[in-house]
């Protein structure tokens, strides 16, 4: 009996190889931001306290249950375009822009963190539409306006809880 090896098809839906690379290096970074964004969130739900923590500490665990399951998304599609997705600490340590909260910040600290975290993903985000545009990769496209829409929202909610 002898064993055939078969060879994994080319990928052929329409983006180049080259464009490929180009969008799943920015999902990279967005998948990056997102998991540094979704660990902060996780870490700030189980550690904030003050007058504010029922509120905060809910609030908290709806933006982290958000984010884990975008993260799948996003992973999701870097594998649609035929890449592996990062996947390790030390990667995404490299690729994020958003740099970890080292102690335990006041409640107060918490938000302004969160907000700014939840910017610099959508900066990320944003940052990859031309080369998306480019290619006509509209699923991806569709992808990052979801995750716009969540992080904008996100960041004003929680800009709202510093204003007098």
Same mark, same amino acid.
């Given at each position: 009996m002898s064993t055939k090896k078969t060879k994994t098809p080319? /990928?052929? /839906?329409g983006i180049a190889e080259a464009d490929r690379k180009k969008i799943v290096a920015g999902l990279s970074a967005l998948l990056a931001d997102s998991y540094t964004l979704y660990l902060m969130t996780h870490n700030f739900h189980w550690n904030v306290k003050g007058p504010q923590f029922n509120s905060l500490h809910n +609030?908290? +665990?709806?933006?982290? $249950?958000?984010?884990?399951? !975008?993260?799948?998304? /996003? !992973?999701?599609r870097i594998r649609a375009l035929g890449f592996p997705a990062p996947g390790t600490y030390k990667e995404f340590v490299k690729l994020a822009s958003i740099k970890e #909260?080292?102690?335990?910040p006041s409640a107060d600290d918490m938000i302004r963190h969160l907000v700014a975290a939840q910017e610099a $993903? !959508?900066? $990320? !985000?944003?940052?990859?539409?031309? #080369?998306?545009d480019a290619a006509d990769d509209q699923p991806t496209a569709d992808l990052l306006t979801q995750r716009l829409e969540v992080h904008e929202k996100t960041a004003w909610m929680l800009r709202s809880l510093l204003e007098d």
């Open positions: 080319n /990928i052929d /839906i +609030m908290f +665990m709806g933006q982290y $249950t958000e984010q884990w399951n !975008a993260l799948d998304m /996003i !992973a999701e #909260v080292e102690g335990v $993903t !959508a900066r $990320t !985000a944003r940052k990859l539409f031309p #080369v998306v």
